[in-house]
């Protein structure tokens, strides 16, 4: 019933984040939509407004072309249109610039005016000849804005909060799940290996990775453990070769110079200094691949008694604990296999009878279960 529960849970949240895909799709794609109409209307806008301009500065043009009467008619025009920016009026003596913010559109080259080449003024071209009697190539040109500004801050802020209705759907979603999520059950058997064990547990605490290795053991950051997991155990499972993960802690340890005499004892006996990592305060994982859990066993029971040896007088027999678990030709990631292990670890260190502790899944089963549960 409770993994049907978690299956069902999984299932409705691929669902939503798949429609929080959806809606960031189409707040992105109405969004771009919006504005290439907003600039395509504006364009007609302008279009249609410089036409009005035009027969204003030809009728205008009619009681005295540049005079006082004419200039203040053709601003008056400029700052009634909501889309032209900018007119250049020319005639046989030179150009004339009317512009609604000086230096916004226009610059002089030699005395003449031109219109500047920004990104917020169309490029489409507005001319027209202005036939005034007695005037000699006289003509109109307009520069006109691209963009509907006050449109254009609108869709953005739709777009913006449909957007923000995405991420609070998934926030929430993330959040319930987190809330009704229950901790996973392990499906196999431990095995118990013959040394003694010991109930003592002690808190744990890490500092930020900074390198490779860590400065107070000379292994691999905690962080770093799950990420090259994953890595070998998609290396294992490309090539059909095992792996097991093996998580120890030494409880009679208090001091970093102890624990760090310790790490180096561990990289001597499992030789590669790249696949161990810190683990908790006083702990070490292990990964071995290429290893099945028979041979990771007997190597831990090997180790185990060499840490004995090695420091007769600094650990006690219940001082070293150890629980393991191995890929065992299943399909998984490296927080089931952490999960299983350090499980494995929890019993041993609660175990008066041993100290080394493993998980030993069933394929068969487990692969019934991914099959029937997903």
């Known amino acids: 019933m409770e993994m049907q529960k978690s299956k069902k849970t999984s299932i409705g949240g691929s669902i939503i984040a798949a429609a929080c895909i959806i809606i960031y799709l189409c707040a992105l794609v109405q969004g771009s939509v919006r504005i290439y109409l907003s600039i395509e209307q504006r364009g007609i806008i302008a279009e249609k407004e410089f036409s ?31 889309s032209i920016e900018a007119l250049i009026i020319t005639g046989a003596d030179g150009g004339h610039a009317f512009e609604k913010n000086n230096g916004h559109a226009i610059t002089w080259v030699n005395n003449f005016p031109r219109f500047k080449n920004r990104l917020s003024l169309s490029n489409k071209d507005h001319y027209r000849p202005l036939p005034i009697q007695d005037i000699r190539n006289a003509n109109i040109k307009a520069a006109a804005s691209a963009f509907d500004y006050q449109e254009f801050l609108i869709i953005l802020k739709q777009t913006l909060l449909i957007i923000l209705i995405g991420f609070a759907i998934s926030f929430f979603t993330i959040l319930i799940q987190y809330l009704t999520g229950k901790p ?7 095995i118990y290996a013959g ?22 053991s000379s292994i691999g950051w905690e962080e770093y453990t799950k990420d090259r997991l994953d890595s070998e155990l998609h290396r294992c499972s490309s090539t059909e070769k095992d792996l097991t993960l093996v998580l120890m802690e030494f409880c009679d340890i208090n001091s970093d110079s102890m ?3 310790a790490a180096e004892e561990t990289v001597n ?10 683990y908790n305060e006083y702990g070490i994982t292990v990964i071995l691949p290429g290893i099945g859990l028979d041979v990771a066993i007997t190597r831990a029971e090997k180790f185990y008694q060499r840490i004995m040896e090695k420091f007769p007088g600094g650990f006690a027999s219940s001082s070293l604990c150890i ?7 299943r399909l998984l990631n490296a927080d089931r296999l952490i999960f299983e292990a350090s499980e494995a670890l929890r019993k041993a260190k609660n175990d008066r009878h041993t100290s080394i502790i493993a998980f030993k899944s069933d394929p068969d089963k487990y692969r019934d279960f991914i099959k029937t549960h997903g």
Do not use: C, V, W
């Open 52 to 82: 009005q301009i035009a027969n204003i500065a030809m009728n205008a043009a009619a009681y005295g072309f540049m005079d006082d009467r004419f200039i203040q008619t053709m601003n008056n025009a400029l700052a009634a249109s909501s």
């Open 323 to 329: 629980g393991l678990s191995s890929r065992s030709g």
């Open 184 to 190: 996973q059950k392990l499906r196999g058997e431990m």
């Open 195 to 216: 040394t003694p064990g010991y109930e003592h547990r002690q808190e744990t605490a890490g500092t930020g990775p900074k390198g490779l290795y860590s400065s107070r």
């Open 259 to 261: 624990f760090r005499q």
């Open 269 to 278: 006996f499992f030789t590669s200094r790249d696949l161990l990592f810190e």
